[in-house]
């Protein structure tokens, strides 16, 4: 039952962590972001400050894929 709870709890936290937008600044974790204007992918490998957008210079991401992507 605990396994059964821990894994639900770990694919919300995973489902919530795709959900919604980063912005320039904000410090986020291990994962895959696209530039919500131009299409542009950054990886992070370590967590650190969202910069923006190396080909279109915006500010606003979304999360493609987590850590355990």
Do not use: N
Request: proline share 6%; net charge negative; glycine share 10%.
């Amino acid at each position: 039952m605990v396994d059964q709870t821990r894994e639900t709890l770990d694919g919300l936290e995973k489902e919530a962590t795709l959900i919604g937008e980063w912005y320039t600044g904000e410090i986020v974790g291990l994962g895959t972001f696209e530039c919500k204007e131009c299409g542009e992918v950054i990886h992070f490998h370590k967590p650190g400050h969202v910069p923006p957008c190396p080909k279109c210079h915006a500010s606003k991401y979304r999360r493609l894929t987590t850590k355990d992507s």
